[in-house]
């Protein structure tokens, strides 16, 4: 099955400061690489996706990039605020028998200092 | 759209006690999951239904853990007995499966203390 590696675990930056959270999976197959962003005491929300025919994918603070070679992906949050502040999981999935069923990583405790 | 609605959020018992949790999916979606967080071993995928048949239950830690889906609009996961290894935070999770991948949408969880 798939495995999905995540780091750091932890990662604390100051205000305005860019923060860069890493994962790898094992599953070439794999397809869809989904970012969740938990906020304390609520539940995972999804905040950006990539697909595997995409190399790089931005929503206005936050990038995502696909290296399907090295199995590698990668959360990037520029100019960081202190409401950036959570948990964000990477997660990898495939189209195993028509279904998405997505892979987790550990997850990264995201501190941004004011 | 009221989202992925779990109950009780919080819960608190005994030792060998059962234990109910409950959600309700998002109209129209065809998944449901139940994961279960801790911070040793992250978020656990426990079992998941597709059209309210359980396709995949390999992540259930044990007999004690059983899940049900009755119809499309409502899921349990029993833990009976209750043991205080069980402490944790339970999320239910629903998506509407799509050839292009899915969004899973988290329930607020079920935090569950058993001393």
């Known amino acids: 099955g798939e495995n999905v590696e995540q780091h750091p675990s932890t990662l604390s930056v100051q205000e305005g400061d860019s923060a860069v959270i890493k994962c790898t999976y094992s599953d070439s197959a794999s397809n869809y690489f989904p970012w969740y962003k938990q906020e304390l005491g609520k539940g995972p929300q999804l905040i950006i996706d990539?697909?595997?025919?995409?190399g790089e994918k931005k929503d206005q603070r936050i990038a995502v990039t696909l290296n399907k070679t090295a199995k590698h992906f990668s959360l990037h949050i520029t100019e960081t605020q202190p409401e950036d502040s959570a948990v964000y999981f990477c997660?990898?999935?495939?189209?195993?028998?028509?279904?998405?069923?997505?892979?987790f990583g550990r997850g990264t405790s995201l501190i941004v200092h004011p | 759209d009221a989202g992925v609605i779990q109950s009780p959020r919080h819960e608190v018992t005994e030792m060998g006690q059962e234990v109910t949790l409950r959600c309700k999916p998002i109209s129209g979606h065809d998944y449901l999951f139940w994961y279960r967080q801790t911070m040793m071993r992250g978020l656990e995928l426990l079992i998941y239904f597709n059209n309210n048949v359980p396709i995949d239950d390999s992540g259930m830690p044990e007999d004690r853990f059983s899940a049900k889906m009755p119809n499309a609009s409502f899921s349990t996961l029993k833990i009976q007995p209750s043991e205080p290894r069980d402490s944790a935070v339970y999320f239910c999770a629903s998506s509407l499966q799509k050839s292009s991948g899915n969004t899973i949408y988290f329930g607020e969880g079920s935090w569950l203390t058993v001393v």
């Open positions: 997660a990898a999935s495939s189209a195993w028998g028509g279904s998405y069923i997505p892979t």
């Open positions: 990539i697909r595997s025919n995409v």
